[in-house]
């Protein structure tokens, strides 16, 4: 930053030129470069883009029409009906012609990797379907600096995304441990032995997969309706409001726990949860919408409601691991009924066969997975906190070196 400092100093005295897009950036039409088929393979090597969020589509083996990008010829593919962007610096080929690519009249007066970043303080949002960037996004105006000035924001900002996506690769692999150790500790055979590793941190990164046993139970198999029952309690609407109300819109998909809602019915009486139900989404399996409830509410048919008979005997910490699992998930869709909107079988959800062991294994188990799940889920603690404070800090230095 210092150095950034300096620069500025020797060489922005006199104000820094604020020129239109159009004047330091060619266009190209992609209709060279679209893919003739749709038939992708992860084997194949060049991916096919587009400029959404989706970004990399698939994998094609054609061989001509490829856009020859690379680290020294780099270019910005933008989307021209939505203006989403991003910078390429590797081969490949383009899935429509709704798109431009951009690159630098001339590198040495505008470098193409800060006209990136200056692109990403553009605040505008397109209000119809329309091609964009002749008539719009070209004539935004952005700050211009001399290009030793930009080589410095250029390396500065390199950095704080280099650190985002290391730990975004962190996540990833967590999440790969994770599951992991779900399924390791949640997969048993009839009276099998339990194993568990505790010697290891989850967060270690040189955590790796058990390899030996601390501890040792056997374990038998009940359903899920000996162990568990569905409510059978009403609560009235007048008690409800947008936080203790759950609809099968405001759970999350994929474990993910729920939102306020953006409904909250003011008459009649609804299915009440109580702290420690667990409520799973019974329309669309597939989705995985469970939730661990951590106070009193009401819910509609669309959601079970499924309350522990007896605590002494199982905890609902444990039981909601069990069924957050991909395993009950897979059961719950195999027989569902429904081809568009599938709906759970209610009474095969109870069939669903639960490994018990003793309480204290029940315990073990349920702390080794917190402690991943605040790793890998924690949206205030884990690893997404701290992607998203890196995320924020480098908005905040991009919009502060890009504003002269």
Avoid at 81 to 106: C, N, P, Q
Avoid at 375 to 400: F, H, S, W
Wanted: glycine share 4%.
């Amino acid at each position: 930053m210092i150095k950034l400092e300096k620069l500025i100093k020797e060489h922005c005295l006199n104000g820094v030129e604020f020129v239109l897009l159009g004047e330091v950036i060619n266009y190209e039409q992609p209709t060279k470069y679209i893919v003739r088929s749709t038939d992708y393979c992860d084997d194949f090597e060049t991916p096919v883009l587009t400029a959404g969020q989706t970004f990399i589509l698939g994998y094609t083996d054609e061989q001509d029409g490829i856009y020859e990008a690379s680290k020294d010829n780099p270019v910005i593919i933008f989307d021209d009906f939505t203006t989403s962007f991003h910078f390429v610096d590797f081969t490949f080929k383009v899935k429509s012609s709704a798109m431009k690519m951009l690159t630098s009249k001339d590198s040495n007066i505008a470098l193409l990797r800060y006209l990136f970043y200056a692109m990403k303080c553009i605040k505008y949002e397109p209000g119809s379907h329309s091609r964009q960037w002749i008539e719009k996004y070209s004539t935004f105006k952005i700050p211009l600096p001399p290009a030793a000035v930009q080589q410095e924001i250029v390396r500065i900002l390199d950095k704080f995304l280099e650190l985002e996506e290391n730990l975004e690769a962190e996540l990833k692999a967590r999440k790969k441990q994770y599951e992991y150790y779900r399924n390791e500790l949640l997969t048993f055979s009839i009276n099998s032995d339990i194993m568990i590793e505790t010697a290891q941190q989850p967060n270690s990164p040189t955590a790796q997969q058990p390899n030996s046993p601390t501890a040792q139970r056997r374990v038998r198999f009940l359903t899920l309706g000996e162990i568990a029952k569905y409510s059978q309690e009403r609560i009235a609407a007048t008690k409800l409001n947008n936080e203790n109300y759950i609809g099968v819109d405001n759970l999350l998909q994929d474990k993910r726990g729920k939102i306020l809602s953006s409904y909250v019915p003011n008459k009649g009486n609804f299915t009440r949860y109580d702290n420690g139900d667990i409520l799973i989404g019974n329309i669309r399996p597939y989705l995985r919408k469970i939730w661990k409830a951590n106070t009193f509410g009401g819910t509609n048919g669309d959601v079970l409601v499924i309350k522990i008979k007896d605590k002494q005997f199982i905890t609902s910490d444990y039981l909601y691991y069990l069924l957050s699992s991909d395993e009950f998930f897979n059961y719950d869709m195999q027989y569902s009924k429904g081809a568009k909107m599938p709906r759970g079988n209610k009474q095969a959800v109870m069939n669903y066969q639960i490994p018990v062991p003793s309480l204290e294994e029940q315990e073990k188990i349920v702390d080794i997975l917190d402690r991943f799940e605040t790793l890998t889920n924690d949206l205030t603690n884990g690893l997404p906190a701290e992607i998203a404070a890196r995320k924020k800090q480098y908005e905040y230095y991009r919009d502060k070196l890009l504003t002269f």
